[in-house]
């Protein structure tokens, strides 16, 4: 499923996906997938064949069930909508009517059904937000794949700004958060920076200042190198693809080296520190060697300047 891609209408990009958890982001992403230009016929996936599309780790049909059961509780509490350019005209609804689970056939599967008012969201898209499922499913912090989602959005403009009321409410961070900017750039901005930067060139990320005592924080903006327009998604087979990844983090030079390492450990599907640990073990070899090689050019040096004095 590496070539598997998702598009949508950008719409679906403000809803904020509250509380959802990596794996239920996967879920929800991958049945989205496959919605595309259904219209309101019932879609079927097989347990399989989901499992496959979302990349789910764990074995059994009951924890499957229950992960799904809860995207679906999840996404019932969302407000899908739209509203007109003058914001004077709003509409909400919900984007499923059914979600059927049947874990005792043969062979499990869910029936899927888009609610009629939903459908512009899926099908005869004049606009759209497109990626790679593989891509997105494969990134590890929520806050990764919400920044991730929401810069495919301006992937061919290069730039992207939030102000802090929307940063916060799209990526759904804690309100605790908003007078503690440490640890936005701890647990929000780090795996953001460090799962992106493999996936837009060039990645930075700015926070802009206001006026006033303290210069508060008053939004985000993100830039990297624009995709061309008639760019695609696809995979270019693993080792391209790694390779391209691993390029854009070595070039970055918005990242500390720690956070290359990590990046690098993520990329590569390393247990964290491995990279740190091999980089710092070959600069301790190669450190020590030069230290060899300093104390023979000395001890050569003495070697000729004794036989300097007996000649």
Do not use: C
């Amino acid at each position: 499923m590496s070539n598997e891609l998702i598009k949508y209408d950008p719409e679906l990009n403000t809803i904020p996906l509250r509380k959802f958890t990596p794996i239920e982001m996967n879920l929800f992403f991958s049945i989205i997938s496959r919605m595309r230009d259904k219209g309101d016929q019932t879609v079927r996936f097989s347990f399989e064949q989901l499992k496959d599309l979302s990349n789910y780790k764990p074995t059994a049909n009951n924890r499957f069930e229950d992960d799904i059961q809860r995207t679906y509780e999840k996404l019932i509490g969302l407000h899908f909508g739209r509203r007109s350019k003058s914001g004077l005209n709003r509409e909400m609804f919900v984007m499923f009517t059914k979600f059927r689970i049947v874990g005792e056939a043969d062979s499990p599967y869910i029936d899927i059904e888009v609610y009629k008012d939903a459908l512009p969201l899926l099908n005869n898209l004049d606009t759209w937000v497109r990626y790679a499922l593989a891509e997105f499913r494969d990134l590890r912090s929520s806050y990764a794949k919400t920044a991730f989602r929401l810069l495919k959005g301006f992937r061919t403009t290069g730039y992207a700004f939030l102000s802090k009321e929307d940063f916060f409410e799209l990526l759904d961070i804690p309100k605790s958060y908003w007078k503690k900017p440490g640890d936005v750039d701890r647990y929000v901005l780090k795996p953001i920076r460090e799962e992106l930067t493999p996936l837009f060139r060039g990645l930075t990320v700015r926070k802009k200042y206001g006026k006033g005592r303290g210069k508060p924080v008053i939004g985000y903006s993100f830039t990297w190198k624009p995709e061309k327009k008639d760019a695609n998604d696809f995979s270019q087979g693993q080792f391209q693809d790694e390779r391209q990844k691993l390029f854009n983090i070595q070039h970055n030079g918005e990242l500390t080296d720690q956070e290359k390492w990590r990046a690098i450990d993520k990329v590569k599907g390393l247990p964290l520190g491995s990279t740190e640990k091999q980089t710092l073990a070959e600069q301790q070899i190669e450190h020590d060697k030069k230290i060899r090689d300093q104390a023979r050019k000395e001890a050569l040096a003495e070697l000729r300047k004794g036989f300097g004095n007996h000649a």
